[in-house]
């Protein structure tokens, strides 16, 4: 089983809805992190968590916030999506103090806002 | 503030032939600084990575990178390509107390047979 899943892989929406995407981790990481993809821009950081009590904006948060349900528990949500935010999103993890300074990538989600 | 640059959107070589993707970096302190790769449809996956130590440091698949502090690079090689190295490259830097990366742009590397 992969260490970092992403719910769901795809989903098409439409202008307006609300959207929630989930991130969980089997790697016992402290630090979690959301990103979007776009072509030819690379990966920007929208929000990154250290532990349950603790969120941080990253470059580009507005539009979007976090839930930190549990350490292993990331959730992503577009309270009114608009087409501009139409992406690939990818969840991290990383280890705390303790662990290398690398990141480990969800398999990412695909969100189309129609 | 850090910064990644990496040196053309797409690179093109024949299997066989040398493979090296550019990336300077800007950092106020000494960088943590990785390279990921990304195939088709996936997530991305480390190559590599320099921390402290030596400057030449190998990575998966017969990649490697040397971290060259007097000209901030940290360019990405490997003597052979093979169509299955077809994919998007991206170089990163973490600053070491704030825990989060700086991504570039992409490269994508191309493979002719």
């Known amino acids: 089983d992969a260490d970092v899943t992403q719910t769901p892989r795809n989903r098409i929406t439409k202008t307006g809805k609300r959207i929630m995407l989930e991130c969980s981790q089997t790697?016992?990481?402290?630090?979690m992190y959301w990103y979007r993809q776009d072509p030819g821009l690379g990966l920007r950081l929208i929000y990154y968590?250290?532990?349950?009590?603790?969120?941080n904006k990253g470059e580009i948060s507005d539009g979007y916030s976090v839930s930190r349900q549990a350490q292993a528990k990331f959730s992503l949500s577009l309270e009114s999506a608009i087409p501009n935010q139409t992406a690939l999103y990818f969840c991290a993890t990383r280890g705390g103090t303790s662990g290398g300074p690398e990141q480990f990538f969800g398999p990412g989600t695909r969100l189309t806002v129609l | 503030a850090q910064s990644v640059t990496q040196l053309g959107s797409h690179v093109s070589v024949s299997e066989g032939a040398l493979v090296l993707l550019r990336c300077n970096y800007s950092s106020s302190v000494p960088p943590y600084l990785f390279w990921y790769v990304q195939y088709p449809n996936q997530g991305l996956q480390l190559l590599l990575k320099y921390t402290t130590g030596a400057t030449l440091v190998k990575g998966i698949n017969g990649f490697e990178a040397e971290f060259k502090k007097s000209e901030t690079s940290f360019h990405l090689t490997k003597p052979s390509a093979h169509m299955s190295d077809a994919a998007e490259y991206f170089c990163?830097?973490?600053?070491?107390?704030?825990?989060?990366?700086?991504f570039g742009k992409g490269t994508m590397l191309l493979v002719s047979p």
């Open positions: 968590s250290f532990d349950v009590k603790d969120i």
């Open positions: 790697k016992g990481h402290d630090r």
């Open positions: 990163a830097v973490s600053d070491r107390g704030y825990s989060t990366l700086t």
